[in-house]
């Protein structure tokens, strides 16, 4: 079967909007990692800064773990990051995904395949809201439909890791 029925063109994929006033409904987003240190941290922050400037105020965006890292501090080498291309980074602290915050969430969206069936399995219920947050890139998926795991490599890792969000977060914009 493999990743094909999980990765969609961006523009194949949209969310309701208000049939009154034309406008996305409030949406709320939720990214997911392995330990909310790095990438989700990431893509939620940066999220929340490309929806702000294209003015979708009605979409809200948290993230989350899939691991218990007991509200850890976000990874210094993302943060740095973010601050340098002038996303607020401060005050993130690691949080453990709950069933509360897949239920609350319209679209789940994680970094890799692994952790796509890890919410599902421990989800069941939310299938139809987890994707992979690479198949939104408007650079295209290529052959891995992950966003690997930066943490612990080097800059250029975080650089690259910090580029894929961002272009698949540009593709998500489009869908909301």
Known sequence: M??????RDASTV??????VKGQPLAKKILFVCSGNLCRSFMAER????????????????ASAGLLDLGGA??????AAILREKGVDASRHRS?????????????VL??????????????????????????FSL?????DPDIRDPRGM??????TCFAVIYFSLEGLLRCI
Not at 2 to 7: E, I, S
Not at 96 to 106: K, R, S, Y
Not at 154 to 159: A, E, F
Request: overall charge positive; hydrophobic content about 35%; glycine content about 10%.
């Open 2 to 7: 493999g990743f094909a029925p999980y990765l």
């Open 14 to 19: 949209r969310m309701g909007t208000d049939s």
């Open 46 to 61: 940066v999220f929340r800064k490309l929806s702000r400037q294209a003015g979708r105020s009605g979409v809200q965006a």
């Open 73 to 78: 501090d976000a990874d210094p080498q993302a």
């Open 95 to 107: 949080r453990t995904l709950t069933a509360e915050m897949v239920e609350g969430a319209d679209w």
């Open 110 to 135: 994680v970094m890799e395949e692994a952790q796509r069936g890890e919410v599902i399995r421990r989800h069941p219920g939310a299938a139809d809201k987890v994707r992979l947050l690479k198949s």
């Open 139 to 143: 650079q295209g998926n290529g052959a």
């Open 154 to 159: 080097t800059p250029y890792h975080y650089r």
